[in-house]
């Protein structure tokens, strides 16, 4: 019963805290714009208006299923692990080389690119959680600064390793054609990605929730010194689950290169790491809404570019709408003194149930 | 190999350590006070962020540069009093509330200046002010110290001038004590009496001064103006440089100095043209090690508690 409250006002947390930020973007909107009805019809409609648009959602939420399944692993077993932004940046490189240099036939170049940038994602994301084990240095600290080691040395393999002096801009060579991954329908630019990441979601959402190992970082995330008391090997699964996070997300940014770039054109670190993070706090780390929480953040994203195309509202309205909403999600009191009423009249009405 | 040396060995060099350490300095001690009150805050970046673009906005509408400073540091401060009402008063995850801010500084400030402008790179076309340099008189006419130490912008000065603030203020005062106080254990700190939630409000509110400071700067001494995202880390490295400095802040300043170290070689590198991507890890990689080394002697304390429980037993015996 009070579980059932519990996950209920959860849901009913996110979806206030989702309301809050969108009516405060309004509010923003209608200062700074000259047509902000316009503008909003463009938010909220204009990414259904046609399909290409609807197609650019499914394409921009394609990263996030698997950044989103990373980060509720990582984040399950309490590490705050930044490194998703980084492992997601290398597995798109790794993948980058492994498509310009290798000769493999259809079919097995692209999953060869995938296990590259699955292999480097997951050292990634293992970097921090040795620190935090071995030398008890912070995850957050360590993972951010690696993020920036992990730029570096992406940008070193571009720059050095796989330039295509040809292009006129910092990128790589094209892509051998083996290596595409297909388009799924012809109209939009969604690709086989998507089967790809649906997939992880489910594989996630059984080895976090239905396997031993799942069950076991979810104690070590809920009370470390419990799950140490009650024998449970905490380095270990620590190291483990930081593990497949990151190369869950580094397996992400090689399905990203591969389904919807040509060549490696990345100047800067894509975000889609730390958008993970969103993703993953609205899906109260459960793979399973991983999916419904990232099409919500592309569709954000979509409307508003449409707006920044169609109005004089900057695109940067996103981040003022993200920050809100993570706020309000990670906040414990907010709400809390109406789940607690709702707790209280729950156990008082079973209690007189009992009693009669 | 030669004219590497020559180019680190030089005044030119061990001037542009300061000049670029100057905002991790003040960044390392609004971490320090905001630590030292039992906080674990890495929103610095959105505040410094916030603050460069106040000071630039201030500056610019008014031509005025106190008024520029305040406003920069008004926005710096909201930012930290954000972070407080949301931590402190509803019981948000610290790290994720940072994340948030951090986000909202690089993007809000974006929004901001161009509602304001029009543009999203830099604020070049306002006409903002900048803080002057100072040329210290007598020391500027000493052969090599003078060129390495005068002639800094007015907030390098500051910055070590915050250093020995913040020593007094920690150590040497009641507010000091109190925020140490609650900072290691808060229950003992209210059964004195001490008001644990202002006391913490109170050391966020001088942490985002402090890292404001080093926000403008950025937009006002280190280059004339804003742009998107300058920070790029510093914030997090101030955070790193606390880290390793163990909250003592002659250290953190020393710890701050050696990252900025870090990124005065990389520039070296880059105008020397050779392949810059590794030294511009540099920085980074020593704060990755310098947060390891805290964790070693972290346990070098822990074995110290040790010895001290042995011999403790064996006198009562």
């Not at chain 2, 001064?209 to 997090?236: E, H, K, V, W």
Request: charged residues 10%; hydrophobic residues 50%.
């Amino acid at each position: 019963m009070i579980n059932k409250i519990e996950n209920q006002f959860k849901f009913i947390r996110i979806a206030i805290s989702i309301s809050i930020a969108l009516l405060l973007a309004f509010l923003i909107i209608s200062f700074v714009s000259k047509d902000p009805l316009f503008a909003m019809y463009n938010l909220i409609i204009g990414p259904f208006e046609n399909i290409r648009r609807v197609g650019n959602i499914v394409e921009l939420m394609i990263p996030l299923l698997f950044t989103g399944v990373g980060v509720s692993i990582m984040y399950s077993a309490g590490q705050i692990n930044m490194a998703s932004e980084g492992a997601f940046f290398l597995g798109g490189v790794a993948a980058a080389y492994v498509s310009v240099t290798f000769l493999l036939p259809y079919g097995i170049h692209p999953v060869v690119a995938m296990i590259a940038g699955g292999l480097i994602g997951g050292l990634i994301g293992l970097i921090p959680a040795i620190l935090f084990v071995k030398f008890k240095a912070l995850p957050v600290v360590s993972s951010l600064m690696l993020n920036y080691i992990s730029y570096f040395l992406g940008m070193y393999v571009i720059h050095y390793i796989i330039f295509d002096p040809e292009t006129g801009y910092l990128s790589s060579f094209l892509y051998k054609e083996t290596a595409i991954l297909p388009k799924l329908f012809s109209v939009t630019r969604i690709h086989w990605g998507l089967v790809i990441g649906l997939i992880v979601v489910v594989l996630g959402y059984l080895f976090l929730k239905k396997s031993k190992w799942g069950y076991a970082i979810r104690m070590i995330g809920m009370n470390p010194n419990f799950a140490q008391y009650s024998g449970i090997n905490v380095g270990f699964y620590i190291l483990l689950c930081q593990l497949i996070g990151g190369a869950i997300a580094g397996i992400g940014g090689a399905v990203e290169q591969l389904g919807m770039y040509s060549r490696f054109q990345y100047q800067k670190l894509s975000g889609h790491g730390f958008d993970g993070v969103l993703v993953a706090i609205l899906a109260n780390y459960n793979p399973k809404f991983v999916p419904l929480a990232a099409f919500f953040i592309a569709y954000v994203r979509v409307g508003a570019d449409v707006m920044a195309r169609n109005s004089d509202v900057p695109i940067e309205i996103v981040s003022i709408i993200q920050a809100v909403i993570i706020v309000f999600v990670a906040s414990e009191r907010f709400l809390a003194g109406w789940k607690h009423r709702k707790i209280v009249k729950a156990s008082q009405e079973r209690f007189a149930s009992e009693e009669a | 190999m030669d004219v590497i040396f020559k180019s680190i060995f030089s005044t030119v060099f061990f001037y542009t350590i300061l000049r670029v350490a100057t905002p991790l300095i003040f960044v390392s001690m609004a971490a320090l006070i905001v630590r030292k009150g039992g906080i674990m805050c890495i929103a610095f970046e959105g505040m410094m962020l916030f603050a460069a673009l106040g000071g630039v906005i201030g500056s610019a509408l008014t031509q005025n540069l106190f008024v520029g400073l305040l406003l920069g540091t008004i926005f710096g401060v909201t930012i930290a009093m954000i972070f407080a009402y949301f931590v402190l008063v509803l019981q948000s995850n610290n790290v994720l509330t940072g994340l948030a801010l951090n986000i909202l500084g690089s993007g809000g400030t974006v929004f901001l200046l161009f509602a304001l402008t029009g543009e999203k790179g830099t604020s070049s076309s306002l006409r903002s002010l900048q803080v002057p340099h100072w040329n210290i008189p007598i020391i500027k006419d000493i052969p090599i110290l003078g060129e390495i130490i005068s002639g800094h912008n007015l907030f390098t000065y500051l910055a070590f001038l915050t250093v020995i603030l913040v020593y007094i203020l920690v150590y040497k005062t009641r507010l000091g004590l109190r925020i140490r106080s609650v900072g290691e254990n808060p229950q003992a700190a209210e059964s004195v009496g001490i008001k644990v939630i202002r006391t913490k409000v109170i050391s966020l509110l001088i942490g985002g001064l402090i890292a404001s400071f080093g926000g403008m700067y950025m937009s006002m001494g280190y280059l004339p103006f804003f742009t998107r995202d300058m920070m790029s880390g510093r914030g997090f490295i101030g955070i790193a440089a606390q880290n390793l400095g163990g909250g003592i802040p002659l250290n953190t300043m020393l710890s701050a100095m050696l990252f900025g170290s870090a990124e005065a070689v990389s520039n070296v590198f880059q105008s020397l043209r050779l392949p810059s991507e590794f030294v511009q890890m540099l920085p980074y990689i020593v704060t990755i090690v310098g947060l390891i080394s805290i964790g070693g002697v972290k346990k070098e304390s822990k074995s110290k508690i040790k010895r001290i429980k042995e011999i403790k037993e064996s006198t009562h015996e």
